[in-house]
């Protein structure tokens, strides 16, 4: 049986062939702790070494900035937390956006209950926020400022730049979650400007359950996770060392290559949205037109609702869809809803994502299911 073509991959990415060779030595034969003063940890402290050197290669940072972490989450969870409580007894505001991801936008609602006050500033209508309203809201108080690279429902590119220098001229701490954009743009952490970014393993071609956070030299965050002293003392924790590895490979696989990889994307992404908007009348692009991710396509259907559309093409294609559907009907995301998306458009907002492996032909194909899925909802419910 076909299996359906995978337009989902925001969501998460296969593993690349080269991390799952690099992988698998030390799934079997290589298994030693990289804290054993031997020679089996040894060869296994030599791989987190290695590895840690090809993720700072990518982000141009210096090895000892990199610190392991075990998915994005955790390490957004590190960033936010371990500026809050390395602060708190001289500032305790924190600034962020109405678009991030669960990860970032729970743990600065948990910081609330813990004492600490959070503004988040709305982003305007393609997704993106201005720096100028960054910098209004930034008070006496303020420690850090923690903003989205690139969203990942519609792939709204953020101003992090300038927001970084605003930060930086004020004295603040500067984060971003960079899950959805390291490996598919250029992500330098010294162009940027920031302190702090977090990345996940499996946005990228690497296994789940590992990411990694630079901190930048001279931050000072409080340790998140507690034991012996693993990752420079900064993340307790006996290091997985086969996922490091894999993260350390899929990291390398892009370097010299991110061109390429962002051409390809933006070619077959291009060819989905020219192909829906030549078959299927009544349609809207949610997101900036240009200053989006490569890869992300995130459109309505008037009139019609996504999680019935992915229902219906589900055998065909794996896509995502932006608003939750249950029993008492469908709720919109938060990001659709900051953007102040109408919600007779928002309720059929559907994310396409594609990959590295993506073909043209592939595209072609989810097209025509997409645009014959349409056309015979629509009837069916004109008819009804």
């Known amino acids: 049986m076909k299996k359906p073509i995978y337009l989902d991959y925001n969501a998460t990415t296969p593993l690349a062939a080269e991390v799952i060779r690099a992988m698998q030595p030390y799934q079997r034969?290589?298994?030693?702790n990289p804290s054993s003063a031997h020679a089996y940890g040894n060869e296994a402290r030599f791989a987190v070494e290695h590895a840690r050197a090809q993720v700072a290669k990518l982000i141009h940072a210096s090895p000892d900035e990199i610190v392991?972490?075990?998915?994005?989450?955790?390490?957004?969870?590190?960033?936010?937390?371990?500026?809050?409580?390395?602060?708190?007894?001289?500032?305790?505001?924190i600034i962020t956006t109405t678009i991030e991801h669960p990860a970032v936008s729970e743990v600065c609602s948990w910081l609330e209950k813990e004492g600490f006050s959070v503004t988040r500033v709305p982003v305007d209508g393609t997704g993106r926020v201005d720096p100028v309203k960054i910098e209004k809201v930034i008070t006496s108080q303020t420690f850090l400022i923690s903003v989205m690279h690139a969203n990942n429902?519609?792939?709204?590119?953020?101003?992090?730049?300038?927001?970084?220098?605003?930060?930086?001229?004020?004295?603040?701490?500067?984060?971003?979650?960079?899950?959805?954009?390291?490996?598919?743009?250029?992500?330098?952490?010294?162009?940027?400007?920031?302190?702090?970014?977090?990345?996940?393993?499996?946005?990228?071609?690497?296994?789940k359950g590992v990411g990694a956070l630079f901190v930048r030299r001279g931050v000072v965050l409080e340790k998140f996770m507690h034991g012996a002293g693993h990752e420079q003392g900064r993340r307790a924790g006996t290091e997985n060392v086969a996922g490091v590895v894999g993260l350390g490979e899929?990291?390398?696989?892009?370097?010299?290559?991110?061109?390429?990889?962002?051409?390809?994307?933006?070619?077959?992404t291009e060819a989905l949205w020219r192909g829906l908007k030549e078959r299927v009348p009544d349609i809207r692009l949610n997101g900036h037109p240009t200053e989006r991710l490569?890869?992300?396509?995130?459109?309505?259907?008037?009139?019609?609702?996504a999680c019935e559309l992915l229902e219906q093409i589900r055998k065909q294609i794996s896509a995502s869809a932006g608003a939750a559907c249950h029993s008492g009907g469908a709720s919109v995301s938060a990001s659709l809803?900051?953007?102040?998306?109408?919600?007779e458009w928002a309720l059929g907002a559907v994310r396409f994502s594609t990959g590295r492996t993506t073909t043209l032909e592939e595209v072609?194909?989810?097209?025509?299911?997409i645009a014959g899925a349409v056309e015979k909802m629509r009837k069916s419910e004109a008819h009804s």
């Open 29 to 32: 034969l290589k298994y030693g």
């Open 68 to 93: 392991f972490t075990g998915g994005g989450t955790e390490a957004n969870n590190y960033a936010l937390k371990g500026a809050a409580w390395a602060n708190r007894s001289r500032k305790r505001h």
């Open 153 to 207: 429902e519609v792939g709204a590119i953020q101003p992090i730049r300038e927001i970084a220098a605003i930060a930086r001229a004020h004295g603040i701490l500067m984060h971003t979650d960079a899950a959805q954009s390291v490996g598919k743009i250029p992500t330098d952490v010294k162009k940027l400007g920031v302190d702090l970014l977090s990345i996940a393993g499996h946005k990228l071609y690497a296994p």
């Open 250 to 268: 899929a990291c390398a696989l892009v370097q010299g290559r991110m061109r390429a990889i962002e051409r390809h994307l933006k070619t077959t």
């Open 294 to 305: 490569p890869n992300t396509l995130n459109v309505s259907f008037a009139g019609i609702l």
């Open 337 to 343: 809803q900051a953007m102040r998306v109408p919600p």
């Open 364 to 369: 072609a194909e989810a097209v025509c299911h």
